[in-house]
């Protein structure tokens, strides 16, 4: 009579330590449950989600110490990346968010200090998820040695021919350790499949010097279009509203950005972009910089947020080639660097040289605790201060899952950081600097959507299924004449981030029927603008753009019940 067989003691921890990893990801699978119904695609669901377990349970079994731990820590990273995403967006992470957080790495450090309990707890679930793999298996084994080898191949291979074959969609109510191994592998793919491409030398028609003199562009950071007074009375000032005599600001109103994360717009507003053939123009036409160094003008670049010579946003070292001047700010406070920039640009439109100067300030990202002085904390109740004084994008003290009054608390914070950065800035240049004959271009690279209407998740731009408001930002033209009014009129709220390159471009001498041509109209065109922004960016393996229109109806206003007091003042100089 043979024996009964019982699993080996380190199969059934094994099994467990997996079971226990994956029972973090519940919601996130009861949610894509809910939207499946009882429905045959919901058998598939089921069967696919068994099949990648199995695949999962059987790479804790693999023999050879070195590749059983390499797994376990492939499948924990994975894990870590997509479920601390899904939970801080209350989403699923489609293909492009992976692809566009990889692209936005440098801003690590502070996703961390920002999410860190949405990290935390998905760092929990992968831990058991290593321990679970990793851990060496018993002398009895449940699997074959090749079995168990090919078993993490097996799930990898079938889960990246899905997402491939769905142009990266199909990855909701997966396990996150699968999810995220496969959008690497597609990921690797894509960059070992695509075609070197060649950036291209100026081609078009430079004409006679033109009668202009220095032209900036002044991308801010994370600044939502009606929190500023020239497009809301609810918002907070912002020094364009009433300038001194002597400068013309030609308020476009709201408009609509390239995309709702930073990458997408810095990237496309450095190159010219276009709805139609953004991909292409970003990969192989010149950058701003090249245009302008071949039309006469020195260039700079001014970034508040970047230090040490680090790049940011899609710049690489030819990008850098064309640029004569970078400054960045190592020894400056966070807090002070957008006044530095400001400084930066005063010295630059008085050297008496004609230049195109780039400038990412500071601005208003995530979180906002610490980005402003004691003199600008004119809204309350904020958030705590005095918590993170050192990141770029400082820590927020507690978390946003406490609901509305938390936000209440970041909004007047977020007022608060936008009346310094903003109005202190404008303040600062207005008062010191020499515009004659000089064109200013201000904007912010996204909107912020600062959860006004409740809406669940705690991302207040870069959500997979965005808001209008994460596309609604400031445009305006800033100069010593107001040659702008008719068109700003013209395209009041009604105008995007592409009428931009164009714009500069035409200003610089360039052949305004051929940058029309190859970039599309400029904001001075008597046509219309369809004013929608990019939500899927970085749309790859058959997907198309999703875009979503910005109109004033759909932006949510600033709630004037945020602040129980609002201290008299302006923004210091």
């Not at 279009?225 to 300038?243: H, K, Q």
Request: charged share 20%; hydrophobic share 45%.
């Amino acid at each position: 009579m043979r024996a009964h067989t019982r699993p080996s003691p380190n199969t059934l921890t094994k099994t467990l330590l997996l079971a226990f990893g994956l029972a973090f990801e519940l919601p996130g699978i009861a949610a894509r449950i809910a939207m499946l119904g009882l429905s045959p695609p919901l058998l598939l669901y089921a069967g696919l989600y068994g099949g990648l377990i199995a695949c999962l349970w059987g790479a804790a079994f693999i023999r050879r110490p070195l590749l059983r731990w390499g797994w376990a820590v492939v499948f924990a990273l994975a894990t870590i990346f997509v479920g601390s995403f899904q939970d801080a967006t209350a989403d699923a992470m489609s293909y492009d968010a992976f692809v566009t957080m990889v692209h936005s790495a440098g801003f690590a450090d502070d996703a961390v200090a920002q999410y860190g309990a949405s990290i935390a707890w998905a760092a929990a679930g992968a831990f058991f998820l290593f321990v679970g793999v990793g851990l060496k298996p018993g002398a009895r084994r449940p699997l074959p040695g090749i079995a168990a080898a090919l078993a993490p191949l097996a799930g990898l291979a079938i889960l990246t021919i899905l997402l491939f074959v769905r142009g990266g969609e199909g990855g909701r109510g997966l396990p996150n350790a699968w999810v995220g191994t496969a959008y690497s592998a597609l990921a690797a793919f894509e960059a070992a499949t695509q075609p070197s491409m060649v950036r291209q030398p100026v081609t078009i028609a430079h004409g006679p010097e033109p009668d202009q003199g220095d032209i900036i562009l002044i991308v801010d950071e994370s600044i939502a279009g009606r929190y500023l007074d020239i497009n809301d009375t609810a918002g907070v000032r912002s020094g364009l509203a009433s300038p001194p005599p002597g400068i013309a600001v030609s308020n476009f109103g709201l408009a609509a950005s390239i995309a709702n994360c930073s990458f997408g717009s810095n990237l496309t507003l450095r190159y010219g972009g276009t709805r139609g053939a953004y991909h292409r123009i970003n990969a192989t036409m010149p950058s701003i910089f090249a245009y302008a160094k071949h039309a006469g003008f020195a260039t700079i670049y001014i970034d508040a947020q970047r230090t040490g010579g680090a790049y940011q946003n899609g710049m690489d070292d030819a990008e850098r080639r064309q640029i004569d001047h970078i400054v960045q700010f190592d020894d400056i406070p966070v807090v002070d660097r957008d006044m530095a920039a400001a400084d930066a640009l005063i010295a630059a439109l008085s050297n008496e040289r004609r230049e195109f100067i780039l400038v990412n300030k500071m601005g208003a990202h995530f979180p906002v605790a610490d980005k402003y002085p004691d003199s600008a904390h004119l809204f309350s109740p904020a958030l705590p201060r005095d918590e993170s004084e050192v990141v770029t994008e400082t820590r927020l003290p507690e978390n946003l899952y406490s609901g509305a009054e938390s936000w209440r608390r970041y909004r007047n914070a977020y007022r608060n950081t936008v009346t310094w950065t903003v109005g202190g800035f404008f303040n600062r240049l207005f008062a010191r600097a020499q515009l004659d004959g000089a064109l200013i271009i201000y904007t912010s690279d996204h909107g912020q959507n600062l959860h006004e209407r409740g809406d669940s998740g705690t991302t207040t731009h870069c959500s997979p299924s965005p808001a209008s408001e994460e596309g609604a930002v400031p445009l305006a033209i800033i100069g010593a004449s107001g040659r702008w009014d008719a068109a700003a009129k013209r395209h009041f709220d009604a105008s995007s981030h592409y009428r931009i390159f164009p714009t500069l471009l035409n200003a610089m001498g360039y052949d305004r029927a051929a940058v029309r041509r190859q970039y599309g109209e400029a904001l001075d065109s008597s046509a219309a603008d369809p004013a929608t922004f990019n939500s899927l960016f970085n749309a790859r393996l058959g997907r198309k753009p999703i875009w979503v229109k910005v109109e004033r109806a759909s932006v949510a206003r600033p709630p004037v019940g945020d602040y129980a007091a609002r201290k008299i003042g302006t923004a210091p100089r």
